[in-house]
């Protein structure tokens, strides 16, 4: 038995005559006294033939991050190779931490080359993958629903300031670019609209198309592509960011979750920001069309006529749910995989290519799933 002391820590080391050690710690394992304590154990461990180590911390008062890095040295099995080491007895805020550290250093330890490559092994590691991701998804939107009713009915339990930031991001600076493309996109379908129709000479319904195509479909869809480009990958881009400095596992240390003090944040600027745009784009696309028509020789009264009969309200509601559903799907998708990126100079880049596509890809299938609804209940 071999038994130390420094100002805040004890340190008490034990090698039975079976090759098995246990390592107890008591006191205060800080960037202080990890120095000292990880010399004694380089003096006691290494060259002392190992076959399990149990190092019992349930006597640490307090483990920063010098701390747990000695333990995971530990637990790596660094000073007590082709030794069993476990470690038990930490708080569970610091077990959370720890557990999460040695899975990410098991994800960049080096895998044994595979000799063969069969189909069905190619296969299995496909499915292998894809159960591992729907299960982190799952955990996600767990978390996320189990946070967002406590952000919304404790609003002193919310981050609102930031919630008014993202909304000013994402929302008033889209302002300039929804107005162009909304624009020019009614330029273009009244344009193409009114060839097609010319040759029935039913010109004057460019406006009905217009607006049927701006409020249900075009509108929502166009604005939900442009957020996805420009806001999707910002908060991918900015919580990867976060991911690859350690910012997160900071925000784990000082007791803080990611998802309600990050994600939920930007899921509420979402769904409120996309509705508002939508809206938006809807009006600047319908003045373009107007303006086309104007230029064709058609009266505004005709044309406001033309559009106010051509819609209904339950048509703007649809338009809307629409662009709420799209504002969550961009939000949460950016947020997921920004929270999934992993460590190297690329990896940032690449968790936003993968929110991008992501997004725009689930926009599609929610559209066309808005349209089949639609369809049947009419």
């Known amino acids: ?21 246990r390592l107890v710690l008591r006191g205060r394992l800080n960037e202080q006294t990890v120095v000292g304590c990880w010399s004694l154990l380089e003096k006691e461990l290494l060259g002392t033939k190992v076959e399990a180590l149990q190092v019992d911390v349930s006597g640490l008062g307090f483990c920063d991050a010098a701390g747990l890095t000695l333990l995971l040295y530990l637990n790596m099995g660094k000073m007590t190779p082709q030794a069993t080491v476990s470690v038990f007895g930490l708080k569970a805020d610091l077990e959370n931490i720890f557990r999460e550290l040695i899975l990410e250093d098991r994800a960049f330890q080096p895998q044994p080359a595979i000799k063969s490559d069969f189909f069905v092994g190619r296969i299995g590691r496909k499915v292998a993958q894809v159960t ?21 009915f404790h ?13 000013e991001l994402a929302g008033a600076n889209a302002v300039p670019i929804v ?13 193409e609209s009114a060839r097609r129709l010319a040759e029935f000479g039913a010109q004057l319904y460019v406006a009905n ?24 990958s910002s908060f991918a881009a900015e919580i990867g960011t976060m991911k690859v400095n350690e910012e997160l ?11 309600p003090f990050l994600v939920v944040p930007r899921i509420l600027a979402g769904v409120f920001v996309t509705p508002l745009l939508t809206f938006y784009s809807i009006l600047m696309g319908v003045i373009g069309g107007v303006i086309v028509m104007l230029g064709l020789g058609f009266t505004l009264p005709l044309i406001l006529h ?8 339950n048509d703007l509601g649809t338009g809307i749910a629409k662009s709420a559903v799209f504002g969550v799907i961009v939000s949460a998708v950016g947020c997921w995989h920004g929270l999934r990126t992993q460590q190297g100079p690329s990896a940032v880049g690449l968790s936003t290519t993968r929110a991008v596509v992501t997004s725009l890809l689930l926009i599609i299938v929610a559209d066309a799933f808005f349209s089949a609804i639609s369809y049947l209940l009419k």
Not at 185 to 191: E, K, M, R, V, Y
Not at 249 to 259: E, V
């Open 1 to 21: 038995m071999t038994t130390a002391t420094q100002n805040e820590l004890e340190t008490a080391m034990e090698v039975r005559p079976d090759s098995r050690a």
């Open 132 to 152: 591992m991701e729907f299960h982190e998804q799952m955990v996600f939107l767990g978390a996320l629903i189990a946070s967002l009713p406590v952000s919304i």
């Open 155 to 167: 609003p002193k339990r919310s981050r609102w300031a930031e919630t008014r930031r993202v909304v």
């Open 179 to 191: 107005s162009l493309m909304s624009l020019l996109l009614g330029f273009i379908i009244a344009f």
């Open 209 to 232: 198309t217009i607006m049927v195509v701006m409020v249900r479909d075009m509108g929502p869809l166009m604005t939900a592509i442009l957020l996805a480009g420009r806001s999707g």
């Open 249 to 259: 596992n900071a925000l784990k240390t000082f007791g803080l979750d990611p998802i």
């Open 306 to 313: 033309q559009l106010a009969s051509s819609v209904h309200l």
